[in-house]
């Protein structure tokens, strides 16, 4: 069974900073390439940034360019999101995802429950 736990959201003030940590079970880690997408209230969801299975490549969205890091840990089945100089409009559900094959499409098969992270002005 596929599991992907997502942890560390919370409250932040904007410029702030926070960590994002998604763990990882019942497939072989280093082998998926693993995405982080949010959906804010009312909106669609939308992708935030993806890694290579090697963490060789990465990818992200314009509007966290500069700001967000993600990284990953293959020995610890985990992918992380560093993210930084938070805004408001970051707030929003954060999920992970995962999928052997996902790139240029950002089609992923394996969801987590997704974590809240809110950023006051």
């Known amino acids: 069974q596929v599991q992907l736990v997502e942890s560390g959201g919370g409250l932040v003030q904007a410029g702030g900073s926070l960590k994002l940590s998604c763990v990882v079970s019942?497939?072989?880690?280093?082998?998926?390439?693993m995405g982080w997408f949010r959906q804010a209230p009312g909106k669609e969801r939308e992708f935030v940034a993806q890694i290579w299975r090697d963490g060789g490549s990465t990818d992200y969205a314009e509007s966290v360019k500069g700001r967000f890091s993600i990284a990953r840990d293959n020995a610890k089945n985990t992918v992380y999101l560093q993210m930084n100089s938070l805004t408001p409009e970051d707030t929003a559900d954060y999920y992970c995802?995962?999928?052997?094959?996902?790139?240029?499409?950002?089609?992923?098969?394996?969801w987590g429950q997704g974590t809240r992270v809110t950023v006051s002005s």
């Open positions: 995802a995962a999928d052997r094959t996902a790139w240029i499409h950002r089609q992923y098969d394996y």
């Open positions: 019942g497939l072989t880690f280093s082998t998926y390439n």
